[in-house]
């Protein structure tokens, strides 16, 4: 049985956003597709959420 991905490789997503200084927690949404089968697993090798204040942003 495959239970490899459908694709043959990865695609990163990444996305960049303003955050408010009065910020006090993120909350990062994962969602998985079942494209098929029964399996209800979903897996992200790498997932990073990066905070730098403005002085550090270039």
């Not at 979903?42 to 002085?55: G, P």
Request: with cysteine.
């Amino acid at each position: 049985m495959n239970r490899g991905s459908l694709r043959s490789s990865w695609t990163l997503q990444s996305n960049k956003a303003l955050v408010p200084e009065t910020t006090s927690y993120a909350v990062i949404h994962l969602t998985g597709t079942r494209h098929g089968g029964t399996d209800n697993d979903s897996y992200f090798d790498e997932v990073f959420l990066d905070i730098k204040v403005a002085s550090s942003c270039e």
